[in-house]
């Protein structure tokens, strides 16, 4: 059974930094691609960075410059670094990570909660 554990969220000032992390326990056999998702009160689910096994990294365009993912394979722990955080950013993160058991499937942190308010 795999589970992901996320920390690091909190409430931040307009102008900010956080930095989250979200870490994989259980019967891993390797990670493919990890990730963070962000869903605000009555919105969708967005996507809002990626980055795969050898590094290739991906992010919306609202967040380019400002956030950097960032991935530990020895620990099977991904991180997001939060900087210049705006008050529509106020969501819930969620992580993602592909991981093959050795079958590949999906899998999601519980998510933490990021408030940036003044």
């Known amino acids: 059974q795999v589970q992901l554990v996320e920390s690091g969220g909190g409430l931040v000032q307009p102008g900010g930094s956080l930095r989250l992390s979200c870490a994989a326990s259980g019967s891993i056999r390797s990670i493919s691609v990890m990730g963070w998702y962000r869903q605000a009160p009555e919105k969708q689910r967005e996507l809002v960075a990626t980055?795969?096994?050898?590094?290739?990294?991906n992010y919306v365009d609202s967040v380019k410059g400002r956030f950097t993912i960032s991935r530990d394979n020895a620990q099977n722990t991904v991180y997001l670094q939060m900087n210049s955080l705006k008050p529509e950013e106020t969501a819930l993160y969620y992580c993602?990570?592909?991981?093959?058991?050795?079958?590949?499937?999906?899998?999601w942190g519980q998510g933490t909660q990021v408030t940036v308010s003044s």
């Open positions: 980055i795969t096994s050898g590094g290739s990294t």
């Open positions: 993602y990570m592909r991981i093959g058991t050795p079958l590949y499937d999906n899998y």
